[in-house]
């Protein structure tokens, strides 16, 4: 009898964390939640590295002179803060971490369809991100996160082609992670999980992988031909060779908005999971909200000339181009919609993944609003290249993707780690985050109204008011970030242990222990309902 208690005590301590401890089983490891993790401690460092740099540059735009650091610096700052936050922690944050670690449980399945393939792509995306960072480090880029020509290709100095290198090989890392998921939800789906009774989150990030597959070998060529004319003076995109010089914004922007999406499918995918949840009530317009992701990701294909209405494009290219931002707000209204509907008369629960979920909900309303402003041709004349683009920008990705992707970390910590957070402390977290948020990027708004620039250290002092908010603001946000990493790694050791489903919540990854076992499931699933099954809650059963 004591014989058979130790094997069940050993079997409950079995699960992905204790399947060996060294450092070698982790580097070679094809388990699909390991390689999460592993995604999930290089995007971490990049974040803060990227922060790191927002952080002075902030302090710099506290006063009107250039008094901390001089203008070559500043622009190697804002190019490494833009260039890490954007290609190492927005694209990769949500599909390669969380999407690695939940995609295979939450379709019933015992890993991604390549795990091979799957540890390949982290092996190239912390590659290439140590490559670009060293090269940042060791003398940076001044041209800006999009390498505009002709100042990448003719005039500047700094190690363009290094960095160009090294997102051209974090680019390839993003394309095996959007085939491996691609394949993994065609062919691995649980016995009766049927297209639509997929979680949103896996449509989201099915829908984001299409984007990623598509959309990133533009990336990649246009980075090559960049790096050609850079090189081999190759006539490309320099008129006075025979190139044209609006060939690579057309090709950049090309990749560059529907990247937009790859930062923001995933979060709606995160916030369709948690609402639900929290609200105790099935999605509203499960379909439509299925819909509205592929549609979006359809939309964002058609709508890169946006971003070139003052570049000397076509008026008429220009009026389709506006027409069609217009068009993609309908999609993603219709989930703001169906999300306000799903909240309506449910049993709502403000546990901190639901504040950090509401909080997407009203700053990508916000950034959506104020998209509708710049997709306007005759606003946009004014409004481009000031602040308000800045602002915009922000709201969609800052309030947006890293909100969603906070709310997503405190959602399935548990699951991830076996241990649950203090949530008085997630509550505090999420609210600091918001404050800070709005109070550094919403003067921004009345910046670019007013016609101050961005990009420029230096500015009069009219400005100096409303800069001095959104630097007290970047302060207030950064201990809000600082916050969830102290308590979840304090969780580790301290954190009360969590059952397989903390939250009530439905889905085929909360039937699973916490931490989940290296296989997944004991044996495979069958699924014979909608993946959001909520009944009207009784009190034993809301969430604390």
Known sequence: MQAQQDDVAVEATRNYLTEGFTLWSWLRTHDHKRIALLYL?????????????????????ATPEADLVTHETYNVLFTMHGVIMVWLFLIPSIPSALGNFLMPMMIGARDLAFPRLNLASWYLYLGGGIFTIAALIAGGVDTGWTFYTPFSTLFSNTNVILVLLGVFIVGFSSILTGINFIVTVHTMRAPGMTWFRLPLFVWANYATSIILVLATPVLAMTLLLLGAERLLHVGIFDPALGGDPLLFQHLFWFYSHPAVYIMVLPAMGVVS?????FARKRVFGYRFMAYAILGIAVIGFMVWGHHMFVS???????????????LVAIPSAIKVFNWTATLYKGTITFSAPMLYA???IGLFTIGGLTGLILASLAADVHLTDTYFVVAHFHYIMVGGAVMAYFGALHFWWPKISGRMYPEMWGRVAAVIIFFGFNLTFFPQFLLGYEGMPRRYHTYPEQFQVLHLL?????????????LPLGYFLWSLLYGKRAGPNPWQATGLEWQTPSPPPKENFAVTPTVTEEAYAYQPATSAQVPQ
């Open 470 to 482: 959104s630097s007290a603001g970047a302060s207030v946000l950064a201990a809000g970030y600082l």
């Open 312 to 326: 000397g494009q076509s008026v008429y290219a220009g009026l389709v181009f506006s027409l069609l931002s217009f």
């Open 358 to 360: 509401l909080g997407f």
């Open 41 to 61: 401690v290089s995007i971490t460092a990049f974040f803060f590295v990227g922060g790191a740099a927002a952080t002075l540059i902030r302090l710099e735009l």
């Open 273 to 277: 999971e948690i609402v639900p949840c």
